[in-house]
């Protein structure tokens, strides 16, 4: 499948309704940085860099939910100096976004549980998330996220709300992705072969789309041969 700006631009719908979400494991950074002789955090930095460049190419083409796993609930182990950084670069976003709610065409929604930060940082991460919803591209951005943290906090939902049997709708309908259909493409940069946590439950019938590149390195022509790769997949859904 040739994506071409030029189609992009004018249609803006170079993926059909087989593939509505694409969620990224944006893997990479550190080592990103360290071949330059770097610190590590600077391949955050420029993370984040490729993080706008590839939400705004999603949705050129067409992509109507997309998930980053920015921080997850076991990051907090990596040394204080590296977690400040990655906080760093987030509240800054989240600041940013704040103020320019109007401008942009995004629905900016945080998944994870973000009851661990600053009161001031939820009110604004909950007014981002209420004043964009209308906006017709949803990007989640995972901020200590856990796909097991997720699990168990949607079954405490359920045993405070009474329920004793429940259903999987149930369980999606409680999950910080509530009203967000499963991933159709979940792409890993880095090397790694792994799903370290994320999206567990979500991720149930996604295509994998494993690379070497590294997260800052991942260009608009990475997304095209992930978006290529999925089209040439047959998906059965368990059925034949
Ligand atoms: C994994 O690479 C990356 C992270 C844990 C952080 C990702 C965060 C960003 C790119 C910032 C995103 C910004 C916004 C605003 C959403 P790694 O450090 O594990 O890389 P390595 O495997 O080379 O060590």
């Known amino acids: ?18 593939l509505r979400h694409i969620a990224f494991i944006m893997d990479g950074n550190g080592r990103w940085a360290q071949k330059r002789g770097m610190p590590r955090s600077y391949g955050h930095s420029v993370g984040a860099e490729t993080f706008r460049r590839v939400a705004e190419y999603c949705r050129k083409i ?37 103020d320019e709610i109007e401008k942009e065409n995004i629905h900016v929604r945080f998944i994870g549980n973000l009851t661990v930060f600053p009161q001031d940082l939820q009110d604004k991460m909950e007014r981002i998330d209420r004043e964009t919803a209308h906006n017709p591209f949803c990007l ?18 359920l045993i405070r709300e009474g329920k004793t049997d429940f259903t999987e709708a149930d369980i999606s309908e409680r999950l910080y992705t509530a009203n967000c259909p499963d991933p159709d493409l979940v792409v890993r940069t880095g090397g790694d072969m792994r ?25 608009e022509r990475e997304v095209d041969a992930a978006v290529a790769e999925f089209y040439s997949r047959r998906r059965r859904f368990g059925g034949v």
């Not at 907090?76 to 760093?88: A, L, S």
């Open 62 to 98: 067409g992509i109507r939910y997309m998930t980053v796993y920015a921080f997850s609930t076991e990051n907090w182990k990596r040394p204080p100096e590296e977690v400040q950084t990655i906080m760093d670069i987030l509240t800054d976003y989240i600041s940013k976004c704040a």
């Open 195 to 219: 799903i370290s946590n994320f999206l567990l439950w979500q991720s149930a019938y996604a295509e994998y789309y494993f690379t070497d590149v590294l997260w800052p390195d991942f260009s």
């Open 1 to 18: 499948m040739a994506l071409k700006k030029e189609r992009i631009q004018k249609e803006g719908d170079l993926v059909d309704e087989r």
């Open 140 to 157: 989640n951005i995972a901020f200590n996220y856990g796909g097991r943290e997720e699990l168990v906090h949607a079954c405490t939902a």
